[in-house]
């Protein structure tokens, strides 16, 4: 077995690959890569230690606050809510648009408008505390915002800036 | 079967009733509510059509009449007013007489319709063209008879605007919201890149409502429901003539022109 090993090692420094060798202009070389690796390891090492904080949506609006403490739901239970209102306003969608349906009926069987900019945000009318806060944590940028308005009655008074 | 005593039929019967029981069970836990409830249903308020069509009444509808049925519909669906007519947005809009009607331009009929410009949107085609060369199926003819467009589907391509005939058609070259001069909370925009047009108001039919431009009109607009015989539009057709926009192309358009 150590013959075979040395037999193969001895052929390899035959080919003469293993020499030591100078590396032409060596310093500036190895000076980039040591700048190659400072830019790459950058983001890495300025956010060590540094946890993105954790999203924490917030659903204190006055128009919840209204609402009696029992009725304080949603049209689904929040864990679905929280996994699944995407898939849940995608049905909403084809629903409303293609099937012409406007009513859903919720888990508490109380019946409600499909419709993000009418229904869901009449509640939920704290865009940047509540949708947003955890978009921006999972850095996704859903589309949905460059048709149906995230504050209606604020853009609609002129209130609200302009951004795209 | 001729051998069959008294014993061994009622063990038959007795077997094929367990058995029905069984299957009688099933049947009623199917059919039980719960899972199998709709969760989604078009409200109980909302007017159904076998056939939706719109009649305008040229006598009523004079240029006032026509601008205010421009201006609520354009506020209620956040239609932007972009000025530059090479990249307008328009879902009603005002054509004179030769242009809305080519090749029925006949001098002394049109006398007195030469100088009133004529209101025209979407026809709502019975054989629609643009839904025809749609390659995503976000333009497709409702069972109401309504050529609706999905938004979220459309990718821009404009074969629709090519396809249609009357121009219904407009484009979104820019982002429309800083052209939005009234801006209308209950209604979402478009976005750069999507083809829009009048849409019947399938969104204020389903809440039970009338179309904007027909609440608008004073009664110059006439909605209603083809297929049924007591419906206004065809109690109006039942009195005057009406004539529709480029009736050779075979569309078959459901807006119609009592002149």
Known sequence: MVDKSNKVINALKETGFFKPRKIYDGGKVIVGIIILFALVAFPLLYNMGKAAKVPDPKVNTPEIQKLPEKERVCVEPKKYMTENHMKLLNDWRDWVVREGSRDYIGFTKKKYTMSLQNTCLECHSNYDNFCNECHKYAGITPYCWSCHVEKPEEWAAGKLKEEK | ?259
């Not at chain 2, 038959?12 to 069984?22: E, F, N």
């Not at chain 2, 605007?161 to 407009?170: D, I, L, Q, V």
């Open chain 2, 1 to 259: 079967m001729t051998d069959i005593n008294r014993r061994k039929f009622l063990k038959l019967a007795g077997a094929s009733t367990i058995v029905g029981l069984l299957g009688g069970w099933k049947a009623v836990e199917l059919l039980a509510p719960g899972e199998l409830d709709a969760k989604y249903l078009p409200k109980p308020e909302a007017l159904t059509a076998k056939r939706w069509a719109m009649a305008v009444d040229i006598k009523k509808m004079d240029e006032d009449t026509a601008k205010k049925c421009i201006e609520v519909c354009h506020r209620i669906h956040n239609v932007p007013d972009i000025g530059d007519p090479r990249r307008e947005i328009k879902w009603i809009w005002l054509e004179p007489f030769k242009n809305a009607f080519p090749g029925q331009h006949q001098e002394h009929i049109a006398e007195r319709l030469k100088e009133e410009p004529f209101i025209v949107l979407c026809n709502h085609c019975d054989n629609p063209p643009c839904v025809r060369v749609c390659p995503t199926k976000a333009t497709w003819k409702r069972e109401d008879g309504i050529v609706m467009m999905d938004q979220h589907r459309c990718i821009g391509c404009r074969f629709c605007m090519a396809a249609c005939p009357f121009g219904s058609r407009s484009f979104n070259w820019g982002d429309p919201r800083p052209f939005i001069k009234k801006r209308y909370p209950e209604y979402p925009t478009r976005e750069k890149g999507v083809v829009e047009k009048c849409n019947f108001c399938a969104e204020r039919l389903a809440k039970g409502l009338m179309p904007g431009c027909v609440e608008a009109s004073d009664g110059a607009l006439v909605f209603g429901d083809l297929a049924d015989p007591k419906s206004e539009v065809r109690r109006v057709f039942r009195q005057h003539f009406a004539i529709k926009r480029k009736p050779h192309l075979g569309t078959n358009p459901q807006v119609y022109y009592i002149v």
